[in-house]
């Protein structure tokens, strides 16, 4: 690939002194791809002549907020290299997100590996988008990209974008609309909550002068990566996650590709957190403290990150393979463990089934969950799309607060559209960790609607804390591949996945599992019609019935520690 440097003689040098230590910044150092596409970075090298390993970070959000993280590198003794995307603040072309990410990070490791301070050594490091942008390149085995730190990272944009079929957003609407105003970025000229209620969905960043192609053919997206091949990932990668992360399932999905495919060198740590809390030395998680065992912060993550690469970008010896068990820490108990076969083993997991929940709509907690399978029976609702239930915490995006990590449900759980499900308190300690899952089996009266589920762990004094969540969306029960309607008063199973998280149930503590039909705005909501729920301007009430007990064992199904 022909690489032409714009910037060969116009280089801006500064020397920075950190502690005893001088680096070298050049800012604005460019080269175009042979699309001619201009491609921005900022590079800080060590301050002696030489040829050095490289980290790389390319980003969205602009370079310019990364130099303690180039700074940092460089001290070490690494080059670094931090640069805008396409269409992003000093690079050219037309930002669309993820599409053109594997293309130009493979056109920047050609022309990194050409310059003289590079030792054909490269390691990429991302949180969020940025480690997108790093494992979309795994697979190509690049002889010089060598190690990659993926900090809530994904290969696939829809596995972090949609969930059951259902779009996440209270995430894809605020981003998209953070980035399509590119360096502005000020969302305070926008009503969030008036455009997460329009309707029709598909309308809504249009609605406020903006042309989103990204937007309105989000299908497009879907194809990114769909040919991904994890067979061809030779790379150790060091994976990281939290609990509350809305990006987690995917970066464990990744982890797990890798695992299950005997790939050597993968490490996982999966704390507490919500997406960025590792960024930062906070150690709460919605209303759960979790003490300062649980704090990550910046400082402990790039030192990880370091010893990361220099493990794989400056070996003094022949490398044994690095994998260990999953670092998992273990809510309530506020703890960190070992855990073998995190996050998808299948050892003990144990089935708790629904029982009657006559009265529901009238007070909480009529509902049980029991280890023993209960005699038939079923349980009705309704569903409004008009007055959805509201979110109420979760693994959310970070841009708003209030939605993060474990929240109260007790005054939610009184709406008459939510059914509960509530075991006898436990007798003894006992420890969850790994993925969660509900069987549904339901019925509605139209062509298609959505089920929620949420698993809820109460305290003695009757809080109710949400630990994981999920939906499904019934035209898409058999996967996104598979769209098909539903036939009214069918009774299908639904398996509505909630997710991966760890937590210690103490004695006297009881579980429920929450069923509905709206987690908005978290989801968007579902017309209950033919019509696809991205472009349906009206809106029908469902009418929602539950089955339990033989032959229709409704359940979830916990991962339980075996001790």
Known sequence: MDCVSRYSFIIFIFFIQIGQAQIISLEKVGFETSQGVYLESDIYLPDTLGAYPVILLRTPYGKYQYKSFGQYFAEAGFVAIVQDVRGKFG????FFPFYHEREDGLATLDWIVEQAWCNGKIGMYGVSYPAFCALTLAADQHPALQAIVNVSGWVKPGEMATEGGALHLLLNLPWLLHEETLTTRDMGDYDIDSLLWHLPVKDAMNSVGIKSKAWEESNLLDQVNEDFDFDKVDLPILHITGAYDFVKKATLNTYHALRSRSKPNQQLIFGPWFHNQYLTSL???????????????????????????????????????????????????????QRPGFPYSKACQESWYFGSNKGANSRFGDGTLSTTLLPADIDTFQYDPADPVLTN???????????????????????ADILVYTSPPFEKATTLAGRIQVHLFAATDGPDTDFTAKLVLVDEEGIAMNMADGIIRGRYRNGLAQEELLIPHNIYEYQIELGT?????????QIRV????????????????????????K??????????????????ILPIICK
């Open 393 to 415: 915490g979760g693994a959310n995006f970070h841009f708003f607060p209030t939605q993060l990590g474990a929240k109260d449900q007790t005054e939610l759980e009184e709406r």
């Open 539 to 556: 809106l029908r009430v469902a009418r929602q019935t539950i089955y339990s007990g033989a032959p229709y064992p409704s359940r979830i």
């Open 283 to 337: 150690t709460e998680v919605g209303i759960l403290e979790c003490g300062e065992v649980s704090e990550m912060g910046y400082a402990a993550l790039l030192e990880k990150s370091l010893n990361w690469f220099t493990q794989y970008l400056k070996p003094e010896k022949a490398i044994q393979d690095q994998s260990s068990a999953p670092h998992v820490f273990t809510l309530i108990e506020n703890d960190w463990r």
């Open 501 to 509: 998280t760890a937590f210690s149930i103490p004695p006297n503590y």
């Open 91 to 94: 690079s050219s072309g037309e």
């Open 514 to 537: 929450e069923i509905a039909s709206s987690n908005f705005p978290k989801y968007d909501r579902n017309a209950n019609t033919a019509i696809h729920p991205f472009e349906a301007q």
